[in-house]
């Protein structure tokens, strides 16, 4: 009698990724699922992993494995040691009598190690005898989610800092992106370094120093008190409240009948060029009126004056004889 055999077909597993997803710096919790277990039972199943696609046995970096089953079933487990700032491929895998299966890969970014943040100072512009604009960018975080604080830092040293330094505190920053600061409070006609920076969990980062110079002021002077005054002569006071960040050569009184006198027309240069300073007018005629203004000369040649003030001389004296215990002639101013 004839016989007829079926030999039912040979097949291998039939296994599913279903999930991929970091968990820390340096795991991913893996989900997989077995299909079908093929034509027979499955001896071992689990996850493999790689910093290249497509990772089997042969050629992984890492697994997970379990033991047998004879049914279909979802599994999971964690990858740990992973490197930060690689990119890992992950698949599931079962294997039965007739070899080992691969479901598709999927891969993840491991974050690379946090750091410093990277950060550029850009031009300095509109700069004026006390202020000035300063631009900067965070080209990168520092493989975190935000710095905490940036701006810039600026002091007349070569390499200024957050911690001893005048600085902008321009808040929190979760791109990287440009900004501007205003720096004020600078002394005119100074030479100034300014510096961007960026802070995060990591530290403060800087950017290059970048060199500018502040814009003279004028400089601001105060005519003072006139005294000692006679027919021929009187005594005036001045003061510098401010050099505007000029070299001063030469400060001094000068006067005429006019108002706002200016060196033009006489002049009595003090000895020394210091804060205050009194001179002694000399020449003048008797009941008089005179303008006074005291000024300053710079380096340049640049003349700055202070305020007007005016004043009389007095007249003549007249001399007359008084005979007292001495015999002795006084004067009568």
């Given at each position: 009698?004839?016989?007829?055999?079926?030999?039912?077909a040979?097949?291998?597993?039939?296994?599913n990724?279903?999930?991929?997803?970091?968990?820390?710096?340096?795991?991913?919790?893996?989900?997989?699922?077995?299909?079908?277990?093929?034509?027979?039972?499955?001896?071992?199943?689990?996850?493999?992993?790689?910093?290249?696609?497509?990772?089997?046995?042969?050629n992984?970096?890492?697994h997970?494995?379990y033991?047998?089953t004879?049914k279909?079933?979802?599994?999971?487990?964690t990858?740990?040691?992973?490197?930060?700032?690689?990119?890992?491929?992950f698949?599931?895998?079962?294997?039965?009598a007739?070899?080992?299966?691969?479901?598709?890969?999927?891969?993840?970014?491991?974050?690379?190690p946090?750091?410093?943040?990277?950060?550029?100072?850009?031009?300095?512009?509109?700069?004026?005898?006390?202020?000035?604009?300063?631009?900067?960018?965070?080209?990168?975080?520092?493989?975190?989610?935000?710095?905490?604080?940036?701006?810039?830092?600026?002091?007349?040293?070569?390499?200024?800092?957050?911690?001893?330094?005048?600085?902008?505190?321009?808040?929190?920053?979760?791109?990287?992106?440009?900004?501007?600061?205003?720096l004020?409070?600078?002394?005119?006609g100074?030479?100034?370094?300014?510096r961007?920076?960026?802070?995060?969990?990591?530290?403060?980062?800087?950017g290059?120093?970048?060199?500018?110079?502040?814009?003279?002021?004028d400089?601001?002077?105060?005519?003072?008190?006139?005294n000692?005054?006679?027919?021929?002569?009187?005594?005036?006071?001045?003061?510098?409240?401010?050099?505007?960040?000029?070299?001063?050569?030469?400060?001094?009184?000068?006067?005429?009948?006019a108002?706002?006198?200016t060196?033009?027309?006489?002049?009595?240069?003090?000895?020394?060029?210091e804060?205050?300073?009194?001179?002694?007018?000399?020449?003048?005629?008797?009941?008089?009126?005179?303008?006074?203004?005291a000024?300053?000369?710079?380096?340049?040649?640049?003349?700055?004056?202070?305020?007007?003030?005016?004043?009389?001389?007095?007249?003549?004296g007249?001399?007359?004889d008084?005979?007292?215990?001495?015999?002795?002639?006084?004067?009568?101013?």
């Amino acid at each position: 009698v004839p016989v007829t055999m079926q030999n039912p077909a040979r097949s291998k597993p039939i296994v599913n990724l279903t999930g991929a997803e970091r968990t820390a710096a340096t795991e991913a919790l893996l989900k997989g699922g077995i299909i079908s277990v093929g034509s027979a039972e499955v001896s071992q199943y689990g996850f493999v992993w790689a910093p290249a696609e497509n990772p089997t046995f042969e050629n992984h970096e890492g697994h997970h494995y379990y033991g047998n089953t004879a049914k279909p079933l979802d599994f999971q487990a964690t990858a740990t040691q992973l490197t930060p700032g690689k990119r890992y491929y992950f698949r599931a895998f079962a294997t039965n009598a007739e070899g080992t299966s691969y479901s598709e890969q999927r891969f993840i970014d491991m974050p690379a190690p946090a750091s410093l943040a990277t950060v550029v100072t850009g031009e300095v512009s509109e700069i004026r005898s006390n202020s000035a604009k300063a631009q900067g960018r965070v080209t990168h975080l520092g493989n975190v989610e935000q710095v905490t604080q940036h701006g810039h830092v600026w002091a007349t040293v070569p390499e200024p800092d957050i911690r001893n330094h005048a600085c902008t505190k321009l808040g929190v920053r979760t791109s990287n992106a440009p900004y501007e600061s205003l720096l004020t409070g600078l002394a005119p006609g100074t030479i100034y370094y300014v510096r961007a920076y960026a802070t995060n969990s990591v530290g403060t980062a800087y950017g290059e120093a970048v060199q500018f110079q502040t814009e003279l002021a004028d400089i601001v002077m105060q005519t003072g008190s006139v005294n000692n005054i006679t027919h021929k002569a009187a005594t005036c006071t001045g003061s510098i409240t401010s050099t505007g960040g000029h070299h001063i050569v030469e400060i001094g009184i000068c006067w005429g009948k006019a108002a706002n006198p200016t060196i033009s027309s006489h002049k009595q240069p003090a000895p020394n060029v210091e804060a205050t300073f009194s001179v002694n007018l000399t020449g003048l005629a008797e009941q008089t009126t005179y303008h006074v203004r005291a000024y300053a000369i710079n380096d340049r040649g640049i003349v700055f004056y202070g305020s007007d003030r005016a004043f009389s001389t007095t007249a003549k004296g007249v001399k007359f004889d008084i005979n007292d215990y001495d015999d002795e002639d006084y004067w009568q101013p």
